[in-house]
């Protein structure tokens, strides 16, 4: 097991302490701080740090960027100062040179995903140096991801060849991204590009479900229900442009409260995915539910995610375990990891009993 949030040990450590939270017990304490020692020594020894970074890089699923807020989330419920100083490691090993170096973009894997942990950690620690490294994101971002592609499709092209359209791996993930940016940073050029790669994605959506497009020039198709790749991820990133009160501008239909209300209506009522698991699977429809209603001040989306829930549930019931991958019901097979096991389906029920526990991929605030 690797460290980082998507399969790691800090989603597990993460999990455990929210379990302890909600139940008010400290049942977990122990095994929840031992998931995190090997990370704990790996960030305060300068050359495992550099080396880690240098393997798992510097996004926000499953590199560096990944692992800030969790750990700002378990220095507030642990108040264990150390951790504090971890995401601090964390955040030094975002180096300047490494997210020049970025050609992802992504929230996944690159520099949008460093940027929503970067700005996750000013908030607690208002230092200078993560805004610096926060804006260099961004510009790296308005830099390149309107005009260039690169060849496999990660990143954005402003109109043509749109191939990765999702959250987790393309346009919207990115606008979201560079809305929250904004959002600090507050430079006109990151809005403009921000709006300009959601209206990209939104229109490209558009033109597939109304047969216009050619599926075959997209990965990951956006019309499913999930927040990884489907429509809620962008209903998110509407909302997050609504709250930024911008739509007063030429923008306002990119971020219309009618298409958000009827995307999220439509996800509510659609019919549960084969996987239960947070990425791409039901669990991530009812965190993304979960999330839109806590944004949106909307109690009727947070009943949406509990349905979804009980049906999930109630499927799981019938089959003895969730189904963590498709054609494999799991009776089996653990797999504790958060994007793609248990611990994120665990996770995503204690929010559901708890909404004030934070939504981890949105990059808080
Ligand atoms: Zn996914």
């Known amino acids: 097991m690797g460290y980082d949030l998507y399969n790691g040990s800090v989603g597990l450590s993460l999990f455990l302490a929210a379990l302890d939270r909600a139940a008010s017990t400290t049942t977990?304490?122990?095994?929840?701080?031992?998931?995190?020692?090997?990370?704990?020594?790996t960030l305060g020894?300068?050359?495992?740090?550099?080396?880690?970074?240098?393997?798992?890089?510097?996004?926000?699923?499953?590199?560096?960027?990944?692992?800030?807020?969790?750990?700002?989330?378990?220095?507030r419920w642990l108040d264990d100062g150390g951790l504090l100083a971890m995401a601090r490691q964390t955040a030094e090993a975002i180096t300047p040179v490494r997210i020049e170096a970025d050609s992802l973009y992504n929230i996944k894997s690159g520099s949008?995903?460093?940027?929503?942990?970067?700005?996750?950690?000013?908030?607690?620690?208002?230092?200078d140096i993560w805004l610096d490294r926060a804006r260099l994101c961004s510009r790296h971002l308005v830099r390149h991801c309107l005009t260039n592609a690169s060849p496999d499709g990660a990143g954005v092209p402003a109109e043509t060849g749109y191939r990765r359209l999702g959250y987790v791996g393309g346009h919207t993930g990115i606008a979201c991204a560079?809305?929250?940016?904004?959002?600090?940073?507050?430079?006109?050029?990151?809005?403009?590009?921000?709006?300009g790669t959601l209206d990209a994605g939104r229109r490209a959506l558009n033109d597939i479900n109304e047969d216009r497009a050619d599926r075959g020039a997209v990965?990951?198709?956006?019309?499913?229900?999930?927040?990884?790749?489907g429509r809620l991820g962008i209903a998110l990133a509407q909302i997050h442009c609504l709250r930024l009160g911008r739509t007063g501008t030429s923008n306002v239909s990119t971020c219309a409260q009618k298409e958000i209300t009827a995307a999220l209506d439509t996800i509510g009522r659609a019919e549960i995915s084969p996987v239960d698991r947070v990425c791409c699977g039901n669990f991530g429809r009812v965190d993304g539910l979960l999330e839109a209603s806590?944004?949106?001040?909307?109690?009727r989306y947070h009943q949406s995610a509990g349905s979804v829930a009980a049906h999930t549930l109630a499927r799981a019931d019938i089959n003895g375990a969730f189904a963590l991958f498709e054609g494999n019901q799991g009776k089996d097979f653990i797999h504790p990891g958060f994007?793609?096991?248990?611990s994120g389906i665990g996770y995503a029920l204690l929010r559901l009993a708890q909404p004030k526990l934070p939504c981890v991929w949105s990059g808080g605030g």
């Open 28 to 41: 977990h304490g122990a095994l929840t701080v031992a998931a995190l020692r090997p990370l704990r020594q």
């Open 45 to 75: 020894d300068k050359r495992a740090r550099t080396d880690l970074a240098d393997s798992i890089g510097i996004g926000g699923m499953t590199g560096m960027g990944s692992l800030l807020q969790p750990l700002i989330l378990l220095h």
């Open 112 to 127: 949008a995903g460093a940027l929503l942990g970067l700005l996750a950690l000013y908030r607690v620690d208002p230092a």
């Open 178 to 195: 560079l809305l929250r940016g904004y959002a600090v940073i507050g430079e006109q050029e990151v809005l403009d590009a921000a709006l």
């Open 219 to 229: 990965r990951h198709v956006p019309g499913g229900a999930d927040w990884c790749c």
């Open 294 to 299: 806590r944004l949106l001040g909307q109690h």
């Open 339 to 342: 994007y793609r096991g248990l």
